[in-house]
């Protein structure tokens, strides 16, 4: 369960950081914008080119990191849940395994009580006729 939530807890971290990237680059484009109005130096020009460049490479690695994080997340849900079942049919066949033992312990029980009432009533005989 713990795993999960840390396999959860860094797809959200992941996702976030794509988040800021995206504005990042959202400002840098409307930056680019207010330099574009007035006169711009070419080097200057060719920095925001690349800049915005670089970050359309690091959102596409993010989206790359984030679609391999929700496959860890799936693959770690997948694995909890095989696990619960798995504990869940150990505690149906230890249940089971109790209500059996509870018929036999009750069956023994019964026969011993069978026996005993066989040999009372052998004793009752033995002494009703013997005292006749």
């Given at each position: 369960m713990q795993k999960l939530a840390h396999e959860i807890y860094v797809l959200?971290?992941?996702r976030k950081y794509l988040g800021d990237i995206q504005r990042q680059r959202l400002e840098l484009v409307e930056s680019l914008a207010?330099?574009?109005r007035g006169t711009m130096q070419a080097a200057m020009?060719?920095?925001y080119?690349?800049?915005?460049?670089?970050?359309d490479w690091?959102?596409?690695a993010q989206r790359n990191?984030?679609?391999a994080q929700?496959?860890?997340v799936e693959q770690v849900r997948m694995a909890l849940l095989?696990?619960?079942k798995a504990r869940k049919i150990v505690e149906r066949l230890k249940e089971k395994d109790f209500i059996a033992y509870t018929r036999e312990e009750l069956r023994k029980r019964q026969n011993e009580d069978d026996e005993q009432a066989v040999i009372r009533f052998k004793q009752n005989r033995i002494n009703g006729l013997g005292a006749g």
């Open positions: 959200a971290e992941h207010v330099y574009k020009l060719s920095f080119v690349e800049s915005v460049d670089q970050k690091q959102i596409a990191a984030i679609a929700e496959n860890t095989e696990k619960v």
